[in-house]
């Protein structure tokens, strides 16, 4: 596979928090492809990193944090390079981003019309009739009715699905070649949730539009996604094709993962979860990052960091894998 194969690739990417009694890494040299049309999971409990990364492809991490290291190529330029001027160009332009919190996105004061035609005309000189045609069919993409009606309402005369969609539509305004999505259904419903996910893989298809789907419901990734990406403490343990993975994982984590899913659980028995905590940004062990929680752990994982051990499409970090019939549900 060359590099024009791939539209985003992420090589070695590090981001810290500085505090005072030193730089911690939540992102720790993450690898990632993504090719053009592609829908990749990127998946974890919370603290995993997984939302940081996301912020640190398009380069919003405020201080205490920075991206200290590491390249992403998009199109093969690296986005590292540009200075803020250049990202905020291609920020809702060809890469786009949808938050979990949609009113991180729209403006209370302001009608749903005048801002998606405001993402417009930021990126092109479109009139101002083209411009709210163009945001018509945009909510009509996305499925809210009478959406011509709908350009002239204020977000609070949406509920938190609508807004969501919302948000959707002004992420698709541009027609972007990559769109990074931090857990926008997690806080609706599950018919909603549905909808939304149909809709999102939908646009992708027709559009050729290539998503990053940051969640922690991997019920979501199998439904939506081609890849999947596990993290966990800042560093990705395992990806590949979304079918091998969750049906066969390699790693003890994504197993624990998918047998902490309610589906997995016998009608009225107990949760299983994994024990433990995931370990704080200051309290990371060493070797391998998993190990106090891990079953399988020996004497080397407290003693080395696992490798990447690569198997055709799929990769994974441990030092004793669990093997296909293990894993398999």
């Known amino acids: ?25 939540a992102v720790d040299g993450v690898d990632l492809d993504v090719r053009r049309g592609e829908i990749l999971g990127l998946v974890g409990e919370s603290g995993s990193g997984k939302s940081v990364t996301g912020f640190s492809l398009l380069g ?29 160009r291609l920020r809702g332009d060809r890469i786009a981003m949808i938050f979990q919190d ?119 990734v199998a439904e939506l996604a081609d890849r999947v990406a596990v993290m966990y403490a800042g560093r990705i343990v395992e990806s590949g094709p979304v079918g091998e993975v969750l049906d066969a994982p390699r790693h003890p984590y994504t197993k624990g993962l998918l047998e902490s899913m309610p589906a997995a659980a016998a009608p009225g028995a107990r949760l299983r979860q994994i024990d433990g905590m995931a370990p704080s940004l200051t309290g990371r062990p060493g070797g391998c990052a998993f190990r106090n929680r891990c079953p399988r752990a020996i004497a080397r994982c407290a003693e080395q960091e696992p490798g990447l051990t690569e198997e055709g499409q799929r990769g994974y970090r441990c030092h004793l894998p669990l093997e296909a019939k293990e894993g398999a549900a």
């Open 60 to 88: 919003l991490i405020d201080p205490p944090g920075e991206v200290v290291a590491g390249e992403v190529l998009f199109k093969g330029r690296d986005l590292r390079a540009l200075d803020e001027e250049g990202m905020r």
């Open 102 to 220: 949609p009113l991180m996105t729209l403006n209370p004061v302001l009608r749903i019309g005048e801002q998606m035609m405001e993402a417009i005309q930021a990126h092109e000189n479109v009139a101002a009739g083209p411009a709210r045609e163009r945001c018509r069919e945009a909510l009509g993409m996305v499925g809210i009715p009478s959406p011509g009606e709908r350009l002239d309402s204020y977000p609070h005369e949406f509920s938190g699905g609508m807004r969501q969609r919302v948000a959707i539509a002004i992420a698709m305004l541009n027609r972007p070649d990559l769109i990074i999505c931090d857990e926008p259904t997690t806080a609706l419903d599950v018919t909603i949730q549905g909808q939304i996910l149909y809709r999102m893989q939908e646009i992708c298809r027709d559009n050729d539009t290539a998503l990053i789907w940051i969640t922690h419901d991997l019920g979501v």
């Open 1 to 25: 596979m060359t590099q024009g194969d791939f539209l985003l690739q992420v090589r070695g990417l590090c981001t810290a928090f500085h505090t005072e009694a030193g730089a911690w890494p």
